[in-house]
């Protein structure tokens, strides 16, 4: 027996060559496929409510327990994710946002991943920033591009510098309103005028969440509208946490010791501080998963700072 879980963390599952957007990063079908089946050879699929029992009332798990995670609500996992679980009697813990699905919007991280797919020139999206914040340094109180640029165009092991330059600049770099504007005008520029009908084809309906329950997956909080909820003050921290609550509970989906899933998977140590947990612990939450990437030990992870592993760190055939 053991006191730790791998938590494979999955966002789009799609097959890339029959889609518009090859380039957006996934997961193809058949990659998925063997991932789950080589967790099933070298791990034991274990449940939610195993979860939740090891971490609130010490009880122990399998050796090499494994679970498996879906960030964003896509219809991906309903089409591609839910039939290979199905089969395997697997069950997966997936995320979705509320308010996208609620009112047909899409999230800004979305939109962002659309542009960059539509624009294979970076570049030229960075030249569109530097115009764009230069023209709208005053209104939104920006500081100078040049000085982002030296500050946030770092590469990562997954993107270029000027990849993480765009992503984070439109992501959280900008005041959220001036981003909110240069997001939606990129979108329209690059990806369509149409976001009701995109986010349609982009997300799971209410109907395909309430199925997926039914078809024995764990739906959990993704919170309501994908904010970092570390830049948000308590009270609009308190709403994220309770509309996306209420949402669940708007699906039939029970909400006793539920499981938040950070947005953008990433939440900082420094921010899981007494006011914050209060307000999860107050709503009802059991844990809560980050992007910190490793196996998850359930005796020295924080209950609110869950490890998980990015499938990009696992074989895919
Ligand atoms: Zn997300």
């Not at 449940?47 to 010490?58: A, M, T």
């Not at 659309?114 to 500081?143: C, G, M, R």
């Amino acid at each position: 027996m053991s006191r730790s879980v791998s938590i494979v963390m999955y966002h789009y599952v799609r097959d890339l060559n029959s889609s518009r957007y090859p380039s957006i990063k996934a997961r193809t079908v058949d990659e998925f496929r063997f991932q789950i089946d080589y967790l099933s050879k070298i791990g034991t699929f274990i449940s939610k409510e195993e979860l939740i029992d090891s971490v609130l009332n010490g009880s122990q798990l399998p050796e090499n327990a494994v679970m498996v995670s879906f960030d964003d609500g896509y219809i991906d996992h309903y089409e591609n994710a839910l039939p290979i679980l199905f089969d395997r009697k697997i069950e997966g813990m997936f995320f979705p946002p509320a308010e996208p699905i609620i009112t047909n919007k899409v999230l800004d991280v979305n939109k962002i991943h659309f542009i960059i797919a539509s624009e294979p020139d970076i570049n030229s999206l960075v030249k569109q920033i530097s115009t764009w914040t230069q023209a709208h340094a005053k209104l939104y109180q920006l500081t100078s591009f040049d000085e982002m640029w030296a500050k946030y165009a770092k590469p990562s092991s997954y993107d270029n510098a000027a990849t993480v330059f765009v992503k984070f600049i439109l992501q959280r770099g900008l005041p959220m309103t001036a981003r909110n504007a240069l997001v939606s005008i990129l979108f329209r520029k690059y990806v369509s005028h149409d976001e009701a009908g995109f986010s349609a084809e982009l997300y799971m309906s209410k109907d395909q969440i309430r199925m997926m329950s039914q078809c024995g997956q764990y739906i959990g909080s993704h919170g309501y509208s994908h904010e970092w909820l570390d830049m948000l003050d308590t009270e609009e921290q308190e709403l994220e946490i309770s509309g996306s609550v209420k949402f669940l509970n708007s699906l039939g989906i029970a909400t006793n010791n539920w499981i938040m899933c950070y947005p953008y998977g990433c939440y900082p140590y420094s921010a899981v501080n007494e006011q914050f947990r209060a307000l999860l612990t107050t709503y009802g939450c059991g844990l809560a998963l980050t992007d910190h990437g490793g196996v998850a030990n359930i005796d020295t992870d924080d209950k609110f700072m869950i490890r998980r592993i990015d499938t990009n760190e696992m074989p895919i055939r």
